[in-house]
């Protein structure tokens, strides 16, 4: 591998390793200037109490100290007690609730991927009118939030015509998963479908194309040739697709009622517990932030001279 490249791929890690220690740091201090406290109730506990409580979990110290005791747990792979479930840790809840998240977003991304390219790929071949359904579907797509999706979905497949149930997961039960990642796919499904069009249209308006027909190869050889091309701004947008999934995944698993991080994350900053809301956003930014680079690293594989201008 050149040595520019390596620098390059240093030089993300490095500026990923920094943005994470930033997401983190913020958050930390976020949730401890939100007004509340994790030991507050409508019925006041007695001030000797609270004083020990606060004591116990390290929140008398001051506001450096906790971050710094915080950052040290976390290089040791702890993310603290839960203030809320007292019988777990965050690692015990998030070893749990992870794998549900991961399936769900896994499953709407490669749904998104596979219908929005589909649409993508029609509609930079069939003019103006498939320019026109997939710029119809897309507006649907994006105008249209989860929060309404979700519920419309629930009404049409689960009580209207109950095909499908409307809340609730069971492991290998795909009938509960089927509305969940159908709401979370929508918006991903029409901005892959925009992205996928320009970028064949651009792509079959390339003067190597016009040099394919000419020799005369295959109708598919082409069209595969130009999909690749194409695809790029698409691959570019998956790290933002990742971060969209997990993050709008909090309201889908509330609606749905599937037990995922975003219902811990919900309950966690409902309830003001400190180290469950950081875990959640810990895991979910590390798993953003390492998603967009090993996306730049596929961008840097399948066109070298993004590599070779850094």
Same mark, same amino acid.
């Given at each position: 591998m050149p040595a520019r490249a390596l620098n390059s791929i240093l030089a993300r890690l490095i500026g990923s390793a920094a943005a994470f220690l930033v997401v983190v740091a913020l958050s930390f201090l976020l949730m401890r200037l939100a007004p509340g406290g994790p030991f507050d109730s409508e019925r006041p506990l007695d001030p000797h109490v609270a004083q020990n409580l606060r004591r116990v979990y390290k929140l008398d110290l001051p506001l450096p100290e906790q971050f710094w005791l915080y950052l040290k747990s976390l290089a040791r792979g702890d993310f603290g007690p839960s203030l809320h479930w007292r019988d777990f840790s965050v690692g015990e809840l998030l070893a749990h609730a992870l794998p549900i998240s991961l399936r769900l977003g896994a499953q709407a991304l490669a749904l998104a991927l596979l219908i929005g390219g589909a649409l993508g790929v029609a509609g930079a071949l069939r003019g103006r009118v498939g320019a026109f359904c997939v710029a119809a579907v897309a507006?649907?797509?994006?105008?249209?939030?989860?929060?309404?999706?979700?519920?419309?979905?629930? =009404?049409?497949?689960?009580?209207?015509?109950? $095909?499908?149930?409307?809340?609730?997961?069971?492991? !290998? #039960? $795909? *009938?509960?998963?089927?509305?969940?990642?159908?709401?979370? &796919?929508?918006?991903?499904?029409?901005?892959?479908?925009?992205?996928?069009? &320009? !970028?064949?249209?651009? #792509?079959?308006?390339? @003067?190597?194309?016009?040099? =394919?027909?000419?020799? !005369?190869?295959?109708?598919?050889?082409?069209?595969?040739?130009?999909? *690749? &091309?194409?695809?790029?701004?698409?691959?570019?947008? +998956? !790290?933002?697709?990742? #971060?969209?999934?997990?993050?709008?995944?909090?309201?889908?698993?509330?609606?749905?009622?599937? @037990?995922?991080?975003? *219902?811990?994350?919900?309950?966690? #900053?409902?309830? *003001?517990?400190? @180290? =469950?809301?950081?875990?959640?956003?810990?895991?979910?930014?590390?798993?953003?932030? &390492?998603?967009? +680079?090993?996306?730049?690293l596929a961008y840097m594989r399948l066109d070298p001279r993004i590599g070779a201008a850094r």
């Amino acid at each position: 591998m050149p040595a520019r490249a390596l620098n390059s791929i240093l030089a993300r890690l490095i500026g990923s390793a920094a943005a994470f220690l930033v997401v983190v740091a913020l958050s930390f201090l976020l949730m401890r200037l939100a007004p509340g406290g994790p030991f507050d109730s409508e019925r006041p506990l007695d001030p000797h109490v609270a004083q020990n409580l606060r004591r116990v979990y390290k929140l008398d110290l001051p506001l450096p100290e906790q971050f710094w005791l915080y950052l040290k747990s976390l290089a040791r792979g702890d993310f603290g007690p839960s203030l809320h479930w007292r019988d777990f840790s965050v690692g015990e809840l998030l070893a749990h609730a992870l794998p549900i998240s991961l399936r769900l977003g896994a499953q709407a991304l490669a749904l998104a991927l596979l219908i929005g390219g589909a649409l993508g790929v029609a509609g930079a071949l069939r003019g103006r009118v498939g320019a026109f359904c997939v710029a119809a579907v897309a507006l649907a797509g994006v105008a249209l939030p989860a929060f309404v999706v979700g519920p419309l979905l629930q =009404l049409g497949f689960g009580l209207r015509l109950r $095909w499908l149930p409307v809340g609730g997961w069971e492991d !290998g #039960a $795909w *009938r509960n998963q089927v509305l969940p990642t159908l709401t979370l &796919a929508l918006p991903q499904i029409a901005i892959v479908a925009r992205l996928m069009q &320009a !970028g064949m249209r651009d #792509a079959l308006a390339e @003067p190597y194309v016009r040099t =394919l027909r000419a020799f !005369g190869l295959p109708r598919l050889h082409i069209l595969a040739r130009a999909a *690749r &091309a194409g695809a790029l701004p698409t691959l570019s947008y +998956l !790290g933002l697709a990742a #971060a969209s999934l997990l993050t709008g995944s909090v309201a889908v698993e509330t609606i749905f009622g599937v @037990p995922g991080m975003g *219902r811990y994350f919900v309950e966690g #900053a409902l309830g *003001r517990d400190y @180290p =469950l809301v950081m875990g959640t956003v810990v895991v979910v930014a590390a798993m953003v932030i &390492a998603f967009n +680079l090993l996306v730049d690293l596929a961008y840097m594989r399948l066109d070298p001279r993004i590599g070779a201008a850094r």
